[in-house]
């Protein structure tokens, strides 16, 4: 109990931190920092408006934040998830150029297969390079997300482009039917339902079942792993095949719910901002669910405080920036003992007794 | 095709890599020199990004664009040194603190470069290497930045350093055994933190590169990456920073394919251009690398290469 309350409150101070400095930050631009941090609550949490702004924020991020939990408990540093995530959608927008699919629910779960199987393959190479040929992750995973991007603009702006399109390069738009609706009726789309139940199951399969208790001895000790012959190579290929299919996902459902198409605006940062978020939920898939969220609720106040205060509309990034810096330098508090810390500042003679505890 | 669309051809390409190539060298000149002390510092986009709206601004407000590359440099240095303080705490991450500060840095320089978005500053001055021709494609595609000797002076005195100076071999040894150079009475945190600030400062000087010479001007799509993909110039280059001038001319010259080609009317594989220096990277990380072991000349303290 009293570990679990250490590790809501450290962060919980980092972000209070970064809400303060963000404050002073805009008081240099002559705003008052009371009206700032009302509107950055109203803009993300305020009204129903709001939270759905904040919820379709959500849904990606959750997804590319798995794309580096899952692996991170393998022992891999993934920063690939924007190269899954684009692939993913590059996937699920072509796949009905080569398929006839029914417009209905089938048709989508095809949509979200393809996107799977592309982030799935994409990252699971980055595993595969770093198993097989010595190849570090974190950097393969990077170079491999510029390939993709690169791949995405080729074909999308090539042999994919809508002939209609003419500004903003774009797949033709996917049927009526294989789009993802919103919750009863609302913006907020089935993405967010997929992100958390993602986020949940692969939780519960880290924690309570015996493959994923490998794949946690694997990320935790190679050594171990290996003395009691744990397959470690496909135990790391299977994590980061999960994590890209996550990642993939998400493409494939920013294209089948937002923008019916893919183009450009799907390179938005999620799979960097992916990475954030899962060090900041300390790789646990299940605390990843409220970081995505509180990290969305930043992205859709962004617009408000332009349009309220006339702040730019990068203050919104740089109070992200505060944010992230905080909370992971928080992570070097962690292991401080306060309790004796505070205790030693006042030096006091020690009178030794005799108890029976003492004995 | 005609002669003269060759020539202009090749006259993009060498150009293009000379101008595009320029703020490659000075980040993969900074990641190389933090790098060396054993940090990986992913936050140099944000670096660049900084340093680019400062030297902009301070261009613009002194009026001097050498003053601008100083400021821009401090800039660099400032963030950077931010960086190095992070990760010098235990449990803190560098990868994660890189991508936290590309996010920070980028966020500031959009902030503060708001009111800079309009106005002209003035320019560093440009090198004409193509006067001994008469084709005005060739002098116009030979226009070097002033700021490219400088970085090419940067590696050589970088590489003599590290060979040859105490200052570069205790760099040297903070990045290969932090056992050794703690035995020998040195703070290998203090190495690290001033590698990495001096790395921030020769990265702004990159920064300063792309708002003072090419493309010349303050906007915020002004980096297109350079400052991440450092990290792989520097596995290019095998941690030396003369083949850091290699590498930048070749990432660079890579870059300019695509625009030349766009330029005598071939449009198509834009974007297919552009990825080839990430390809050949992997190719050559493909070729050299083991598994098992590390990469051949890297730092022995490197999260990123065990």
New interface residues.
């Given amino acids: 109990m009293r570990h679990a309350l250490k590790e809501i409150a450290l962060p919980v101070f980092a972000i209070a931190a970064a809400l303060l400095l963000f404050g002073i930050f805009v008081w240099f631009a002559g705003v008052s920092p009371l009206e700032v941090w009302v509107i950055l609550f109203k803009g993300a949490f305020g009204d129903w408006f709001s939270w759905q702004n904040t919820l379709q924020r959500a849904a990606p991020l959750m997804l590319t934040a798995l794309c580096v939990a899952i692996p991170a408990r393998a022992g891999l540093v993934i920063i690939g998830g924007e190269g899954a995530l684009v692939l993913g959608g590059l996937a699920a927008a072509a796949l009905p150029y080569a398929l006839p699919l029914p417009a209905n629910l089938v048709g989508t779960l095809a949509l979200c297969v393809a996107g799977a199987v592309a982030g799935a393959a994409w990252i699971a190479l980055a595993g595969w390079l770093r198993q097989y040929r010595g190849i570090n992750e974190t950097i393969s995973s990077l170079l491999l997300a510029y390939i993709a991007i690169g791949l995405f603009k080729h074909l999308v702006e090539g042999v994919l482009r809508d002939p209609a399109s003419l500004n903003k390069p774009a797949t033709r738009s996917i049927a009526d039917g294989l789009g993802i609706g919103g919750i009863g009726g609302s913006d907020v789309h089935w993405g967010l339902v997929i992100g958390i139940v993602a986020c949940l199951v692969s939780g519960l399969w880290l924690r309570a079942t015996a493959s994923g208790f490998s794949v946690r001895v694997v990320g935790g000790n190679p050594r171990t792993a290996q003395l009691v012959g744990l397959p470690a190579s496909g135990l790391i290929l299977a994590a980061c095949g999960i994590g890209g299919a996550c990642a993939g996902v998400a493409g494939a459902v920013e294209v089948a719910a937002v923008h019916t198409n893919a183009n450009a605006s799907l390179i938005a940062g999620y799979g960097y901002a992916g990475i954030l978020v899962s060090f900041i939920a300390r790789h646990n898939p299940v605390a990843v669910i409220p970081v995505a969220i509180l990290f969305g609720g930043f992205g859709a106040a962004g617009s408000l405080l332009q349009r309220r205060l006339g702040l730019p509309d990068a203050s919104v990034l740089v109070l992200q920036g505060m944010a992230f810096v905080l909370i992971l330098a928080s992570e070097g508090l962690r292991m401080i003992d306060w309790k004796t810390l505070l205790k030693n500042r006042m030096p006091r003679a020690v009178q030794p007794r005799m108890t029976k505890e003492a004995t | 095709m005609t002669a003269d669309q060759w020539i202009a051809l090749v006259a993009g390409i060498v150009g293009g890599a000379l101008r595009v190539g320029a703020p490659f060298l000075f980040v993969s000149l900074g990641e190389c020199l933090t790098e060396k002390s054993g940090r990986i510092n992913?936050g140099l986009e944000g670096v660049l990004v900084l340093s680019a709206m400062a030297a902009f601004g301070g261009s613009w407000l002194t009026g001097s664009a050498w003053l601008g590359v100083l400021i821009g440099g401090a800039a660099g240095a400032l963030l950077a040194l931010?960086h190095g303080l992070?990760c010098s705490?235990?449990?803190?991450?560098d990868?994660?603190?890189g991508?936290?500060?590309?996010?920070?840095?980028?966020?500031?320089?959009?902030?503060l470069g708001?009111p800079l978005i309009q106005p002209q500053a003035p320019q560093l001055p440009a090198i004409p290497l193509g006067d001994w021709s008469d084709n005005p494609v060739i002098r116009s595609a030979l226009q070097v930045n002033s700021l490219v000797p400088v970085g090419i002076a940067l590696a050589v005195f970088l590489w003599w350093g590290f060979a040859r100076t105490r200052a570069g071999l205790l760099v040297r040894m903070a990045g290969d055994s932090a056992n050794a150079t703690r035995a020998l009475g040195y703070s290998v945190a203090g190495l690290r933190i001033a590698a990495t600030t001096a790395g921030g400062f020769i990265a702004g000087l990159g920064g300063a590169s792309l708002t003072l010479f090419y493309p010349g001007s303050w906007n915020?799509g002004i980096s297109s990456?350079q400052g991440?993909?450092a990290?792989?110039l520097v596995?290019f280059a095998r941690w030396s920073p003369l083949r850091c001038i290699g590498a930048a001319l070749l990432f660079g010259g890579a870059g300019a394919i695509g625009p030349a080609l766009q330029s005598i009317g071939v449009g198509?594989?834009?974007?297919?251009f552009?990825?080839v220096p990430?390809?050949l990277?992997?190719v050559i990380?493909?070729l050299t690398?083991?598994?098992?072991?590390v990469?051949v000349g890297s730092p022995g303290e490197l999260s990123?290469?065990?």
């Fill in positions: 992913l931010l992070l705490l235990d449990r803190v991450n990868v994660a603190t991508i936290a500060l590309m996010l920070f840095g980028t966020g500031l320089a959009f902030y708001k915020e990456g991440l993909i990290v792989a596995i198509w594989g834009y974007h297919l552009n990825t990430y390809v990277t992997l990380l493909v690398c083991k598994p098992g072991s990469a990123s290469t065990r």
